[in-house]
């Protein structure tokens, strides 16, 4: 069977982690993916859990909106949250369907003093770490967690394993 799901961004990161994860799952399946240009409807760089989360709703329903003929819609929204341990980087996902939704976070991971200075100054993280790591364009291939990792878990490594889980009421309906 073939399953089209729509990613709430022309981000090729999210876009081939969605792939990857659908593939996963729904491994006797032909899958097709697809970006398309949302609005977030939240600050281009979310400051709480909340926030960050509310934008993956939101990339999810705009994604249902131009594509209403999918079967599955996906919305992934990256996040800071500043609290007692310092600055944390994560990430919302968000699926739904005609019949089901799903959602999960991935991660945490610190940011460095540095990085969380620029963004305390209202620069967004993607572009804290091309200033802070003399690079360009970092959030559309490895992103934060590349940089800081070495590459050992790139941007589409970290945000597959939520995507799956975000398909959990899907694999499990009756339970959901």
């Known amino acids: 069977m073939e ?60 994604a249902k909106e131009a594509h209403p003929s999918a079967q599955y819609w996906v919305g992934i929204e990256g996040g800071i949250e500043d609290g007692n341990t310092g600055m944390e980087a994560f990430a919302w996902v968000t699926i739904l369907s005609d019949k089901q939704k799903g959602q999960a976070r991935t991660a945490t991971f610190q940011l460095p003093p540095k990085i969380q200075e620029l963004v305390r100054q209202g620069i967004e993280l993607g572009e804290a770490d091309d200033m802070v790591f003399d690079r360009k364009n970092s959030k559309q291939s490895n992103g934060a967690v590349g940089i800081l990792t070495n590459d050992l878990i790139g941007r589409s490594a970290y945000y597959e394993p939520a995507v799956v889980l975000a398909l959990i009421p899907f694999l499990h309906p009756a339970l959901y």
């Open 3 to 62: 399953i089209k799901v729509i990613v709430g961004s022309k981000n090729p990161v999210k876009i081939n982690c969605t792939l990857l994860a659908f593939q996963k799952v729904f491994p006797n399946d032909l899958i097709k993916v697809e970006g398309v240009s949302v609005p977030s409807g939240v600050a281009d760089q979310p400051m709480s859990d909340r926030e960050t989360h509310q934008g993956a709703v939101n990339r999810t329903q705009k």
